[in-house]
């Protein structure tokens, strides 16, 4: 794991959090367009899309304990060692997660949250929660995401197993009866096998009370009130996956207007996370959803952008607990503008720069102005081994139109920032 901001200095040697003041030191990552988007917590709005989603999939769940309130700041054990990460998963880079500092961390997912949720002596829960990643940027990618995780465990004993059939029986009679096509795999193979400390026939069955519970949900999600019918059903697809803290481990993909479209992980809960909660005895499943994904499906939401957006033509369409077709207000004119430079020469094997630090960049000067960022040249000088780059920048408000002038101004800070911050040199 290596220090990721070569070419940076902090501003200060502490930053404020939520209130809460941390040391900086060469993990620091976390940026000033990220710490705004901390408290806005845009799944416990109400008529906001992602809080409406968050409230049925809790009605569909009504028996789970109900969380959403978790900070998303976390130690780096919570989000990646508790749940049995290697030492050297790439997940843990700078690269791809933001660090406050070495030993404090955003949340980059809400499995973050499932040791200390099983240590409280929940059994069964669902947990929303807004969650951190460096990435691209596009119209479905955004640095920061809302997902839900859901989980539930069992006495590992053959009165709890066979509680567990029976609910298998009652899903899916419930199934068996609606408008859905479900293309499912094995729940076990030498590839994702059942634990070694697990009885195979016990974790088959709570593969399939999770697949049971899973298909259920996505029924009454994107089934008969988006259109599905006996003639057009809905069409769902299991896959066979790979998590560090979970086996077997599985995604969902929902076939909608045209495209699959991944929803979801899942799995057979590691025993090493239920050991590290103390409830050794106890086996289970545990999912997380990417809630973005399925209301841009839903409400016919075409950027991940306007999740964000405080303009009342958005806020203005939605009402609390029930899902409609958003209507576009208008599409206004891109405008790209491309940037070029050197890298400077560094010695062999230090960092880079990363495409995720160009667009973090982007996004600190131009905030939402910006639609995607592609990388349309990169190559090293034969000779001299410098790293020549150039990347487009397509610029777009979703609220109005950009006057030329503005958007020359964004650029210029662009590469002012560029060559402050890396040390640059425009071509
Ligand atoms: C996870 O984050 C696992 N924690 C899920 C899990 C939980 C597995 C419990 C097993 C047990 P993944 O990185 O695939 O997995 O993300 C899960 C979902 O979040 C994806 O299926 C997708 O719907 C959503 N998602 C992931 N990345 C993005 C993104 N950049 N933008 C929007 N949604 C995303
Ligand atoms: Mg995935």
């Known amino acids: ?205 709570v593969a399939l009370n999770l697949k049971l519970h899973l298909n259920s949900l996505l029924l009454e999600l994107f089934g008969d009130a988006a259109g599905a019918t006996k003639e057009d059903p809905l069409k769902v697809r299991w896959i066979e996956a790979y998590f560090p803290f979970t086996s077997p481990s599985y995604e969902v993909e929902v076939f909608f207007r045209g495209k699959w479209l991944e929803i979801l992980g899942c799995g057979v809960v590691l025993q090493g996370t239920l050991d590290r909660a103390n409830v050794p005895n106890k086996l289970g499943w545990a999912f997380g959803l990417g809630l973005e994904r399925i209301a841009m499906i839903l409400y016919s939401i075409p950027d991940i952008r306007l999740f964000w957006s405080s303009d009342k033509r958005f806020l203005s369409q939605f009402t609390p607990g029930r899902i409609s077709t958003f209507k576009p207000y208008s599409k206004y004119p891109p405008c790209h503008k491309d940037v070029s430079f050197w890298l400077p020469s560094r010695p062999d094997g230090e960092a880079k720069m990363h ?16 639609e995607d960022v592609k990388v349309i040249d990169r190559f090293t000088h034969p000779k001299t081994k410098r790293d020549s780059l150039c990347y487009r920048i397509n610029y777009r408000s979703m609220d109005r139109s950009l006057s030329n002038a503005e958007v020359n101004d964004i650029q210029d800070q662009v590469v002012s920032h560029l060559k402050d911050r890396f040390g640059v040199e425009i071509r």
């Open 1 to 205: 794991l290596r220090p990721g901001r070569l070419y940076t200095t902090p501003a200060s040697s502490t930053v404020k959090v939520l209130g809460t003041d941390y040391l900086t030191d060469s993990y620091t990552n976390i940026t000033p367009t990220i710490l705004s988007k901390l408290p806005l917590q845009l799944h416990r709005q109400p008529a906001h899309p992602l809080g409406t989603l968050r409230t049925l999939i809790e009605s569909h769940f009504p028996s789970f304990s109900h969380l959403s309130s978790l900070s998303p700041i976390v130690t780096p054990y919570q989000n990646f060692d508790s749940l049995s990460f290697p030492a050297d998963h790439p997940g843990r880079s700078v690269t791809d997660s933001y660090y406050i500092n070495k030993d404090v961390m955003l949340r980059t997912h809400t499995s973050a949250h499932e040791v200390e949720t099983f240590a409280k002596g929940e059994t069964k829960w669902l947990l929303t929660a807004d969650v951190y990643r460096r990435d691209e940027i596009d119209g479905s990618h955004y640095p920061v995401f809302h997902q839900m995780e859901g989980a539930k465990i069992f006495e590992a004993a053959p009165y709890a197993m066979r509680e567990v059939e029976e609910d298998n029986e009652r899903l899916s009679a419930h199934l068996k009866q609606s408008n859905i096509v479900i293309e499912d795999i094995p729940h076990l193979t030498p590839a994702n096998p059942s634990q070694p400390s697990h009885n195979p026939q016990h974790s088959e069955a």
């Open 355 to 370: 495409d995720n630090d160009f667009c973090d960049l982007v996004r600190d000067v131009a905030g939402d102005l910006v």
